[in-house]
């Protein structure tokens, strides 16, 4: 059974960080790309990192890259969201999802259950 659970979430102030974290099990991490994405209220799900492991390659959306970073453990299946300097506007649920990087979020297979992060003064 394949599993990806999400944490790390909380509530912090704008330009405070937070590191989320993505526990696979049931899949080969090699076998698919990692990305992370968020959904705030009334709004459409938005991927806002990438990660693949065939070929070690990162990618972040504008609204995020020098602010976030992705990395893996791969002994231990998991993918990390490193989140530095958050702005209000990064307030959502934001989701691990196995599948190609970039597609319509519909096109990835597997997806946790979210991790609510809340920037606040």
């Known amino acids: 059974q394949v599993q990806l659970v999400e944490s790390g979430g909380g509530l912090v102030q704008p330009g405070g960080s937070l590191r989320l974290s993505c526990a696979a099990s049931?899949?080969?991490?090699?076998?698919?790309?990692i990305g992370w994405f968020r959904q705030a209220p009334g709004k459409e799900r938005e991927e806002v990192s990438c990660?693949?492991?065939?070929?070690?390659?990162?990618d972040y959306a504008g609204s995020v890259k020098g602010r976030f970073t992705i990395s893996s453990d791969n002994t231990n299946k998991m993918v990390y969201l490193q989140m530095n300097n958050l702005k209000v506007e990064d307030t959502a649920v934001y989701y691990c999802?196995?599948?190609?990087?970039?597609?319509?979020?519909?096109?990835?297979?597997?997806w946790g259950q979210g991790t609510q992060v809340t920037v606040s003064s």
């Open positions: 990660l693949s492991l065939r070929d070690g390659t990162t």
């Open positions: 049931g899949i080969t991490l090699l076998d698919y790309d």
């Open positions: 999802g196995a599948g190609p990087c970039w597609a319509p979020p519909y096109e990835n297979d597997y």
